[in-house]
């Protein structure tokens, strides 16, 4: 399917590996001219090679870590005005909630709730004057299912899906949509770190961790950076102007729910 949004420009957060890298590729596949980001030089210049070799794409590589100002200036410095908007950075690690002090969550708030509309503040008016926006946001799937271990950062990505549900009625008579994708379980370095520190608070085995992680998915597999970065292309793709507001669960079934 041509998703319409070849020639467009799109910036992805935390692409160097994992879900971002996942969205960076589809994109890219699309046509977009994407800029990815990450912490490490050589992890972002290698997936920025496969990525061109892959698709033909143009690919911008930026340094930067996207909680400061000067990462935030940096990657527009790339794309002053991009259509796509693709916000994702870690979260912190699973602890026991009585043991998160405030300054760990002041940290999540930050890295997970106010970085991201941070960036939204930048780059929404350019979209709204030029009729068209796509805004796309991982949160997690734990901002509607509770998951142990993760309440600073399903908190925090609450917080900014409520903050932003408002907003995307705002914009939406200006071509410009804002959205959340949930992931449940995927293949990334993050679950692998998360189900370790799962496996110390529990004080259990790794493998038995990912075990009772994997019991949960009615799939009974972990997702794919690929088929996440899928989902995100055509929710930024000219086909999804209609939709907005929404958060996208993708977890394999794992949230029991019917509505």
Do not use: W
């Not at 957060?13 to 994407?34: D, F, M, P, Q």
């Not at 019991?215 to 907005?244: D, M, W």
């Amino acid at each position: 399917m041509d998703l319409g949004i070849s020639g467009r420009t799109a910036i992805v957060c935390a692409s160097s590996k994992g879900l971002g890298r996942g969205c960076a590729e589809a994109l890219a596949e699309a046509g977009c001219t994407v800029v990815i980001n990450g912490r490490s030089s050589e992890t972002l210049e290698r997936t920025a090679a496969a990525i061109r070799e892959r698709t033909g794409a143009t690919v911008l590589a930026v340094v930067a870590d996207v909680s400061t100002k000067a990462g935030q200036d940096a990657l527009l410095a790339a794309a002053p005005q991009p259509d796509i908007l693709v916000n994702n950075n870690g979260g912190p690690p699973p602890k026991p909630f009585r043991e998160v002090s405030r300054e760990a969550l002041l940290e999540g708030v930050v890295q997970n709730m106010a970085t991201p509309l941070e960036l939204i503040q930048r780059v929404i008016d350019g979209m709204v004057e030029r009729k068209f926006g796509r805004i796309v946001n991982i949160t997690s799937a734990s901002v509607v299912t509770p998951l142990t271990g993760l309440d600073v950062s399903s908190a925090a990505r609450a917080g900014l899906t409520a903050f932003l549900a408002g907003v995307a009625r705002e914009v939406a008579s200006s071509g410009v949509t804002i959205n959340n994708i949930l992931p449940g379980v995927f293949d990334t370095d993050r679950i692998k770190s998360s189900v370790g520190k799962m496996a110390q608070m529990q004080n259990i085995s790794v493998e038995e961790a990912t075990k009772r992680r994997l019991a949960s998915v009615p799939a009974g597999r972990l997702g794919t950076p690929e088929e996440f970065g899928k989902l995100c292309a055509f929710i930024a793709s000219g086909h999804a102007g209609y939709i907005t507001g929404q958060n996208f669960l993708i977890d394999g079934g794992a949230f029991r729910g019917t509505f």
